[in-house]
């Protein structure tokens, strides 16, 4: 299939390529020329008037996710959570990302079936169940409930691990089903019913057991942390991404910067929490949380722009709130310049997946996932706020997606 005379929107070049042909052959573009007079043939996509964007990454998402009430979710049998699952991640590829990073929840057997086309879906990176110390942020348990089913094949975003021997296993085992990464919680969290938002989670001994059997098996370690405490401590302790991060200031901007490690804020479910939480199924208790890290998400993004700090786009949102995924880039675009925002969603969710070249990009070998839109996001990134207005087609896996 070829794209016809469509403009190519290079985001790390911060231009537009006008009237290019683009080429792909099954799952790969092969070339990306610029176009003859001729008008396009049957089965070519006109992209005339349109632009020629990169699939969208979002590297913070939890597909299983099928409400707001977490401990909820993991009383559901796994097959209603695969199913639901299998509809959030059509979602997402209908707004256009054609790649997503699960952040706890999703397995390699999710990830297997979209590559196999079992279902239309995003390519999808998985670390299967976040780690968590007892009474942190995975541990899902109420404070009267003494017992939770830890078999592998319950549904839910995390697993309660103690002691660092016990999380090399972990760890090892995550590995060895198929996980591209490791999620830890290193501070309190929102969902997380009987811990503190600003209490710092695992001690360094159990950071550094993780970290390094990670990098053993080819891994990174993925930090969940709220405070400037929790993220400091967990980029000195090695973690290669920091997620939320929504009271850092300039210092832990910096440090972010330093290490070369990649910030994921999720800023518009703080947003949706706070107005939708309640009706979906958040908890009280959770609710109240929603306001203690909220407003500083829109300065920590600023400061780490600020201090040239990778940043990639993220959203984590749960159950029912996933439609409002693509308002992200609205809440971006107040504080970053549209290219930078079209990046993070690009290259730099590319460079964090260890796929540059490959996936964030439209160029000659790299994969076929591009979106049409009908403005240049790097000067209108906004308007991606609202796909189905904005975006006029679909492309993944070298297929139009076709739109529901
Ligand atoms: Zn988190
Ligand atoms: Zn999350």
Redesign the pocket.
């Known amino acids: 299939m070829h794209i016809r005379h469509v403009d190519v929107v290079d985001p790390d070049g911060e231009r537009v390529l006008p009237d290019r042909r683009i080429v792909l052959d099954g799952d790969r573009i092969a070339a990306v020329t610029p176009d003859t007079s001729e008008p396009p043939a049957a089965g070519d996509l006109d992209g005339t008037g349109l632009y020629a964007v990169p699939g969208l990454i979002d590297c ?1 998402v ?1 597909a299983t996710s099928v409400t707001a009430d977490e401990w909820a979710d993991t009383g559901y049998p796994p097959s209603y959570v695969t199913a639901h699952a299998l509809r959030q991640l059509r979602g997402m590829l209908e707004r256009g990302f054609t790649t997503v990073r699960d ?2 929840g999703a397995d390699a057997g999710l990830a297997d079936a979209l590559d196999e086309g079992v279902a239309a879906g995003p390519r999808l990176y998985v670390c299967g169940k976040a780690l968590s110390q007892t009474g942190g942020h995975g541990d899902l348990r109420p404070r009267g409930r003494r017992h939770a089913d830890d078999h592998p094949a319950v549904p839910g ?1 995390g697993q309660v691990v103690d002691g660092a021997p016990a999380l090399r296993v972990a760890v090892r085992e995550l590995a060895r089903s198929g996980a591209s990464f490791v999620k830890l919680m290193l501070s309190g969290g929102i969902s997380s019913p009987t811990d503190r938002i600003d209490g710092t989670q695992y001690s360094d001994e159990e950071v550094r057991a993780a970290v390094e059997e990670a990098q053993r098996a080819g891994l990174y370690c993925a930090g ?1 942390a709220y405070t400037p405490q929790a993220v400091a401590r967990a980029l000195r302790l090695g973690v290669r991404t920091i ?1 939320h991060g929504n009271l850092i200031g300039p210092e832990e901007a910096a440090l972010l910067a330093a290490y070369g490690a990649f910030y994921v804020p ?1 800023l518009v479910t703080y947003t949706v929490l706070a107005e939708e939480g309640p009706r979906l199924g958040l908890p009280p208790a959770s609710v109240a949380k929603v306001a203690a890290v909220r407003d500083g998400g829109l300065a920590a993004l600023a400061h780490a722009h600020r201090a040239g700090a990778a940043v990639a786009f993220g959203t ?1 949102l749960l159950g029912g709130m996933h439609h409002h995924q693509s308002g992200e880039f609205a809440l971006r675009a107040q504080v970053q310049p549209d290219w930078a925002v079209l990046r993070s969603a690009t290259t730099t969710g590319a460079r964090l997946l260890g796929a540059t070249g490959a996936l964030g990009v439209i160029a000659e070998g790299a994969r076929a996932d591009i979106l049409l839109t009908r403005h240049n996001p790097g000067t209108h990134v906004a308007l991606l706020a609202d796909p189905a207005a904005e975006i006029a087609a679909v492309v993944s896996r070298g297929r139009p997606v076709v739109r529901g």
């Open positions: 913070h939890h952040a706890g975003i969940h997620e999720t984590d």
